[in-house]
């Protein structure tokens, strides 16, 4: 591959965990579960389903248990949930045979932790570590998440510093088994030298994830900038749903269908069938009643079908 | 400039001429006058204000005189036209005096030129030259216009020596005048080989131009790729007005306001006040009367005063 960029990219979709629950009403339980069966059958090899939020939080997932249970998907997928304490973790584990992975997250700034999740990141960091310990001992993959990784609405941008030096957790107890995810709004050369510093910092043991917001239009922008950097791993949502509320309006996540349909063009390999993903895009967007945001769901996927249809 | 980015990047406005002449109803003369009064004052130094087209073929341009009569711009502002043809060349130096430059266009593939204009590409470059020939005798400056030099919606993607062995029209007659645009969808990689490619070929002598779509969502990172190669001039349109009329629905060329936001906040200059250029979309937006594709005109510019603002 031309610019020493990847030859294959791994993608985590998150829609029906950041999707849903960012969204005013509450999807039903039998939408989810043939939303997430569809996406399940896309390619996909990493799927984020639910979060074992409290139900007076978070209403949209109140159904976790519900969804988990009812779900049938191919064994190649890897399911995860996310888990924002200890008492999640207890609701999860009780169906431990129905997930592979969990992922505890905080944020790189105090005032954006505060307002999250209303406790200050050193309480938040033990947390994860109580949660983390005890999933490992379950045998589960686990993964920290960093949100406002690059910038915080509330204080501004971030220095990697700041991020980079938070105790890795989930770099701990177990050699290779390192997963971080860096979450948020940035611009490009920022994104490039955090994940150049990033992999410098951590080393080749932590896989590194990134996970961009469409806030200002500049989300494959810096999916650009990460691969490379060296990052070969992605989140994204399908129709574009998901992303940082702030500020209101503001467009969500990367699309999924439109972060394959770049990678295809590239001629990097993702696994994806995008014909499927722009299916289950043009579901949720149905289930919705609302015009999202996902460009390649208007546009369609590229048919350069000539002989140069590939130039990198 | 960390990873030999350019410091401030040359900026023309399109949407007057690319973006009006997309839309489904002709705008008023009243508000197009008031717009690009409006446009000229956020620091552009480029503006591309109208078409001398036939007017049963785009009737939304139809005023062009009136329009290149009525404005009344600063001094600083370089303003263009874009002439299809000897007879649009006639009509535009009735009004010699009220505008700087001329711009003509053909298309990379011969599929795209006849469905644009309806005749091959050989006869529009022809009459480009004669065009170019005598624009150049009024002392106008010329530049050549290279739709889909990326990839064709009909032809597929274009080889980089189709695009580059057109002769370069504009290049010719006078050292140093040579300016030529690529305009089109393409992807970063393919983006980034092009331009390092052109200007290899063409030299230091021709100042290349790029103008995405941002078709399927990757306008911005397609600019990252073309800063990466060297080029340090873009177009683009308020509000994301303007951009492929194929398929019917994607969205536009990339919007100015959000090409600015990434520029600034990688620490680059363009000139151009945002809240200026957003007050302009706003504008825009409320004569069109429809949501636009703009995600800066949503999420506002980036607030981020911490201390490490700029991280690049």
Redesign the interface.
Same mark, same amino acid.
């Given at each position: 591959?031309?610019?020493g960029?990847p030859t294959s990219v791994a993608i985590r979709e998150v829609g029906p965990r950041d999707g849903f629950q960012n969204e005013p009403e509450t999807i039903a339980a039998d939408d989810k579960v043939r939303l997430i069966e569809e996406l399940a059958r896309t390619g996909l090899r990493r799927l984020e389903v639910t979060s074992f939020v409290r139900a007076d939080v978070i209403p949209q997932l109140a159904d976790a248990e519900e969804v988990l249970t009812r779900i049938d998907l191919p064994e190649e997928v890897s399911l995860c949930v996310l888990i924002p304490n200890e008492r999640g973790l207890e609701r999860a584990l009780a169906l431990r045979e129905r997930f592979n992975e969990v992922s505890v997250f905080l944020s790189a700034t105090e005032t954006h932790n505060l307002e999250n999740v209303n406790r200050p990141v050193q309480e938040s960091l033990s947390g994860a570590e109580r949660v983390l310990g005890r999933a490992r001992d379950e045998g589960l993959r686990c993964e920290a998440v960093i949100a406002v990784s690059f910038?915080?609405p509330y204080? +501004?941008?971030?220095?990697?510093d700041r991020v980079l030096h938070r105790p890795p957790a989930a770099r701990r107890g177990r050699p290779g088994a390192g997963l971080r995810r860096h979450h948020g709004?940035g #611009?490009?050369? #920022?994104v490039?030298?955090?994940f150049a510093l990033a992999r410098e910092h951590l080393g080749d043991d932590v896989q590194l994830t990134a996970h961009f917001h469409?806030?200002?239009? #500049?989300?494959?922008?810096n999916?650009?900038?990460a691969l490379e950097a060296g990052c070969a791993s992605f989140e994204s949502s399908f129709g574009e749903l998901g992303g940082c509320p702030v500020?209101p =309006?503001?467009?969500g996540n990367?699309?999924t269908e439109?972060l394959v349909?770049?990678l295809h063009?590239? +001629?990097m390999d993702t696994g994806i069938d995008l014909a499927a993903m722009l299916a289950c895009a043009r579901d949720v967007q149905e289930v919705l009643g609302r015009t999202l945001g996902?460009?390649?769901l208007?546009? +369609?996927p590229?048919?350069?079908? =000539?002989? +140069?249809?590939?130039?990198?």
């Open positions: 591959m031309a610019d960029l910038g915080c204080e +501004g941008a971030v220095r990697p709004d #611009q490009s050369a #920022q490039r030298s955090f469409n806030t200002r239009g #500049q989300g494959l922008a999916v650009l900038a500020p =309006g503001a467009t990367i699309a439109d349909s770049m063009e590239m +001629g996902s460009h390649t208007v546009a +369609g590229v048919d350069w079908t =000539g002989p +140069g249809r590939r130039l990198a």
